[in-house]
């Protein structure tokens, strides 16, 4: 019988757990779950680093289990972008939470969406239409 390990202070007092690694095809995918913030953005930025040394391919972050993020998860997204921009590789995010979409959206961020993902989730349909509405396409055709 395995046992159960007790949360750290970080896990119990944020919610937030170490964000899981893995890869799909060619692709690496890290996994954000519960509340994120400044005294969580090292493990970020550590999974992020360990994500991109696993192999050439792109790098996905699913948002879809994130409860609250702040400023210092979107810097360490968009530095991890910068980084993987300079090797000809992306960074892009699924499936973002309701609560993550809010945050990319006034960070005008939107564009990092993997737009695929967002079927997938049950998202408002509030949201579902402002991803559809900040594809450049999609309004070139409107006008």
């Known amino acids: 019988m395995a046992l159960a390990r007790s949360p750290s202070w970080e896990e119990a007092?944020?919610?937030?757990?170490?964000?899981?690694?893995?890869?799909?095809?060619r692709r690496v995918v890290v996994s954000l779950r519960g509340e994120h913030d400044l005294s969580t953005s090292p493990a970020l930025a550590e999974a992020l680093a360990d994500a991109s040394a696993l192999g050439s391919g792109d790098v996905v972050v699913d948002l879809s289990g994130v409860q609250?993020?702040?400023?210092?998860v979107i810097r360490e997204l968009v530095d991890r972008r910068e980084v993987l921009r300079l090797q000809s590789?992306?960074?892009t995010l699924r499936a973002p939470?309701?609560?993550a979409w809010r945050v990319l959206d006034l960070c005008d961020l939107t564009e990092m969406v993997e737009l695929l993902a967002v079927r997938?989730?049950?998202?408002?349909?509030?949201?579902?239409?402002?991803?559809?509405?900040?594809v450049p396409w999609r309004r070139a055709q409107a006008s």
Do not use: N, Y
Not at 13 to 25: D, L
Not at 127 to 132: F, L
């Open 13 to 25: 007092t944020h919610g937030a757990g170490t964000p899981e690694v893995w890869r799909e095809g």
């Open 68 to 72: 609250f993020m702040d400023a210092a």
């Open 97 to 99: 939470s309701p609560i």
């Open 89 to 91: 590789r992306t960074l």
């Open 120 to 134: 997938h989730v049950h998202v408002l349909p509030r949201v579902v239409s402002a991803v559809v509405r900040s």
